[in-house]
T-cell receptor, first 113, second 111 residues
Framework: DGGITQSPKYLFRKEGQNVTLSCEQN?????MYWYRQDPGQGLRLIYY???????QKGDIAEGYSVSREKKESFPLTVTSAQKNPTAFYLC????????????FGDGTRLSIL | GENVEQHPSTLSVQEGDSAVIKCTYS??????FPWYKQELGKGPQLIID?????GEKKDQRIAVTLNKTAKHFSLHITETQPEDSAVYFC??????????FGTGTKLQVIP
């Protein structure tokens, strides 16, 4: 079955640490996205990538970094500069960043120790 | 940029009744309006979408209506069942612009 796999499902971060969230898709989609979900605030875009080796900042990119070295993979690093990282993080993809449905993974819940 | 407002934030209905969730958008250039269902601990899943050249679309018990003049669109679920209980998100986008999501509606279907 094609889909998006996010790992780990739960992640804990100590103060001052960077952590990396994994996102892999086997849908052959060109575009990939990272969203942050907080209660009552819907989904907010962190970063997106339309093609390998290219990515753009979304609405809340500060304190986060990404890479897109392979079409299938779009890892998100939550850096120590992100002062309020506790949230549910969702990765998504679609065919070509046009008006196409996004396919989502099942998320990673990040908490601070 | 685009702003999407979604109401209500919570909705309780008796099993078998209908549920309606409404969204408004601000950017007249938006032309694609998907609806997603998110179950607890899962990622959102597309349940229905509509493009601006269509006023209504149905898929079994689910329908979406779009009023481009008023810039609002609605999700209608008929004959609700307990498995319809979830959080529903509307969204809007135009061309190659990013998708803007509403803040979600938590639907509870009471058996």
């Amino acid at each position: 079955d094609g889909g998006i796999t996010q790992s780990p499902k739960y992640l804990f971060r100590k103060e001052g640490q960077n952590v990396t969230l994994s996102c892999e898709q086997n849908l052959n989609h060109d575009a990939m996205y990272w969203y942050r979900q907080d209660p009552g605030q819907g989904l907010r875009l962190i970063y997106y990538s339309q093609i390998v080796n290219d990515f753009q900042k979304g609405d809340i990119a500060e304190g986060y970094s990404v890479s897109r070295e392979k079409k299938e993979s779009f890892p998100l690093t939550v850096t120590s500069a992100q002062k309020n990282p506790t949230a549910f993080y969702l990765c998504a993809s679609n065919r070509d960043h046009s008006n196409q449905p996004q396919h989502f993974g099942d998320g990673t819940r990040l908490s601070i120790l | 940029g685009e702003n999407v407002e979604q109401h209500p934030s919570t909705l309780s209905v008796q099993e078998g009744d209908s549920a309606v969730i409404k969204c408004t958008y601000s950017d007249s250039a938006s032309n694609y309006f998907p609806w997603y269902k998110q179950e607890l601990g899962k990622g959102p899943q597309l349940i229905i979408d509509i493009r601006s050249n269509v006023g209504e679309k149905k898929d079994q018990r689910i329908a979406v209506t779009l009023n481009k003049t008023a810039k609002h669109f609605s999700l209608h679920i008929t004959e609700t069942q307990p498995e319809d209980s979830a959080v529903y998100f509307c969204a809007a986008s135009g061309g190659y612009q990013k998708v803007t999501f509403g803040t979600g509606t938590k639907l509870q279907v009471i058996p």
